[in-house]
Nanobody, 123 residues
Framework: QVNLVESGGGLVQPGGSLRLSCAPS????????NGWFRQTPGKEREFIAA????????DYADSVKDRFTISRNNAENTVYLQMDNLKPEDTGVYFC????????????????WGQGTQVTVSS
């Protein structure tokens, strides 16, 4: 089963930037779409961004549109989330997920997850 590993989280001041990375724990040959989700205490895990295997299609939550950019490098088996102009509301644990089958826009199809990486935006 595919296991994902996120990295790149940390503490940043408002207005700053971070780049998160996501990669399988072991190299795999399967094609899959990827999504980023955010978990905060007392809230449902929310969708942040998604990208198809080809990288030609992306989707973003309205709250991060124009500030976050999802991308991928399939030669490196890595998905990225570039986060710019970070706000305190962006604080949370960011999870990477993979959808091997099904429509990339349907969150129920994301069956494989990482353990999360903490992002804290604070002055």
């Amino acid at each position: 089963q595919v296991n994902l590993v996120e990295s790149g989280g940390g503490l940043v001041q408002p207005g700053g930037s971070l780049r998160l990375s996501c990669a399988p724990s072991e190299p795999i040959s399967s094609q899959f779409s990827n999504g980023w989700f955010r978990q905060t205490p007392g809230k449902e895990r929310e969708f942040i961004a998604a990208i198809t295997w080809s990288g030609r299609l992306t989707d973003y939550a309205d709250s991060v549109k124009d500030r976050f950019t999802i991308s991928r490098n399939n030669a490196e088996n890595t998905v990225y989330l570039q986060m710019d102009n970070l706000k305190p509301e962006d604080t949370g644990v960011y999870f990477c997920a993979a959808a091997v089958h099904g429509n990339w826009l349907m969150r129920a199809n994301y069956d494989y997850w990482g353990q999360g990486t903490q992002v804290t935006v604070s002055s």
